[in-house]
């Protein structure tokens, strides 16, 4: 929790704001990297949980690769310093200019999502006169026991390429000369906290490459994806998420005969390392009761409540009332979703004080809006404090 000292030095700049911890950011950073160093894994940040320059620097600091979503984030990393070869790049909608560039600066793979976009990958990379590695996105039918919204590894979902789809075209896939089937892919969806689901994630996997090793598909990497999840209720008791016991489920289950593993994780990384530092303007009472403090922030900088339902756990880092009410915060947005929590126990909180939602770091000021016009949000971070 911030100490009072901090919290009231943070009234010298203009609410709403993104506060980061440095610190923190560099142990979950140290943490992944030499965990994932014991096993020789390959990570790659997921750039669109955050792509604040400051938290780049830093991540690329520690070597590792990046996973884009769209051209424009491949630019974002090349232009941050990242080397071309280690970047990865997903999405089921990629727009031609987006894949000709991500060709032109020779990125590592792209993980194609549709046999059409594989044909489309070919074409384009025959004008270039080159030929581009690719990643074949498989669609494993698991589910990754998450909030809906999130989970992107089910037979319906809109992401990767079913495998019986890939094993009826596989003949046609080999016969193409301007991409070379460099890996697979997965990623079957975001915030898993029941890691049993990356055993069976490993089952799918072993038996894929299996497969296709025997159908005669000579590819190097595997690429498990993202999705590791953190701990929204109680953030301070799990600051750096368990990377050690992912790793290990991984490394006892996955049968990948040498090949090179890579993982694509976002939220895991920057989720605890940000808050949203938020002022109360109002407080009001509904007709039924219900206890309004109305914040300065709104969905416009942090839409994860309002889109998903998603949980952050609000402190009030200013009041120093030993009475407690419960409350619904609620933002500034002209939306009636715009609620950061309907029932939360604060102690007495009034026009002017400070709140802090914690775990904000990713999926936040990356989903950042100008909704209503709203300002975007500023970043402090805890080393120029
Ligand atoms: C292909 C891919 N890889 C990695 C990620 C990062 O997921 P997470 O932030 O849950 O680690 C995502 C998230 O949407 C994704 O779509």
Known sequence: MLSRQ???????????????????????????????????????????????????????????????????????AIEAGFDPSGIVYAGVGKRDHEIRYAIEQGIFAINAESLQEIEV????????????????????????????????????????????ELVSRLEWIKSLKNIK???????????????????????????????????????????VGGGLGVNYDLPENEPVPNFASVFSIINSHLKVGGRPVHFEFGRAIVAQCGELITSVLFNKTTASGRKLVIVDASMTELIRPALYGAYHNIENITSRSAEHARYTIAGTACESTDIFDEGVTLPLTSRGDLLTIKSAGAYGMSMASRYNLHDLPAAVYSDSL
């Open 181 to 223: 089937v460099a890996g697979i892919h997965l990623h079957i969806g975001s915030q898993i906290r029941e890691l049993h689901v990356f055993e069976y994630l490993c089952a799918k996997v072993n038996s894929i490459v299996e497969h296709l090793g025997a159908l005669g598909l000579d590819f190097g990497f595997v690429d």
């Open 6 to 76: 901090i919290a009231e030095t943070l009234r010298k700049h203009r609410t709403p704001f993104y506060l980061y911890d440095i610190d923190l950011l560099r142990q979950t950073l140290e943490s992944v990297t030499s965990v994932a160093a014991r096993y020789g894994y390959v990570i790659h940040y997921a750039i669109k949980a955050n792509f604040d320059p400051h938290i780049l620097e830093l991540i690329k600091e520690y070597g590792l690769g990046v996973d884009c979503a769209s051209g424009n984030e491949v630019r974002c």
């Open 121 to 164: 990958i070919d074409s384009i990379a025959s004008s270039c006169g080159k030929v581009q590695s690719i990643g074949l996105r498989v669609n494993p039918d698991i589910d990754p026991k998450t909030n809906k919204c999130i989970d992107t590894g089910q037979a319906d979902s809109k992401f990767g390429i079913s495998y019986e």
